[in-house]
């Protein structure tokens, strides 16, 4: 059995991929840059989806304020570089004691990953004689 030591220069946020339910809960560091959680964000998702491959493009912070009827509303904050970050765990500090802090990951594919699944003709032959078939069941994937 493993023994965890808490440290207290860590945060738990809860992330939701995508908009996807439940979100994943992870220990960060409390000086992460906006790159080293990215990063983390990433390795996430490669443990958990490990034939995906969509990457983190974009991170926002679900501020928490209260309003005047003293009910908690969330404003979205997209964190843009590390001053954003250190900002969501300022903020945090201000209302939060408990709970993770709230972020939404947007994920998406690559270029390279997007063209290299495309199925497609390799020369200007096999263009014209697909073109120039008759109307019959073309399979693109046989050699």
């Not at 220069?9 to 906006?34: E, Q």
């Not at 501020?63 to 003293?70: F, K, L, Q, T």
């Not at 954003?84 to 690559?110: C, E, H, K, Y």
């Not at 495309?118 to 032959?125: A, G, K, Q, S, V």
């Amino acid at each position: 059995m493993e023994n965890y030591v808490f440290d207290s220069n860590t945060k738990l946020p809860a992330v939701y991929c995508n908009g996807r339910k439940p979100p994943h809960l992870f220990r960060i560091p409390t000086d992460v840059t906006l790159f080293g959680l990215k990063s983390q964000l990433n390795q996430i998702n490669i443990e958990l989806n490990y034939r995906d491959t969509l990457r983190v493009d974009g991170v926002e912070y679900r501020r928490p304020s209260i309003n005047s009827a003293e009910s908690v509303r969330f404003s979205r904050i997209k964190l843009m570089n590390d001053d954003d970050v250190r900002t969501m765990f300022s903020i945090f500090g201000q209302f939060n004691t408990r709970g993770p802090i709230l972020l939404d990951a947007s994920l998406v594919r690559s270029v390279e990953h997007i063209q290299q699944s495309l199925i497609r003709p390799t020369n200007y032959e096999e263009i014209i004689a697909l073109m120039n078939a008759p109307n019959k069941d073309i399979n693109l994937d046989d050699p």
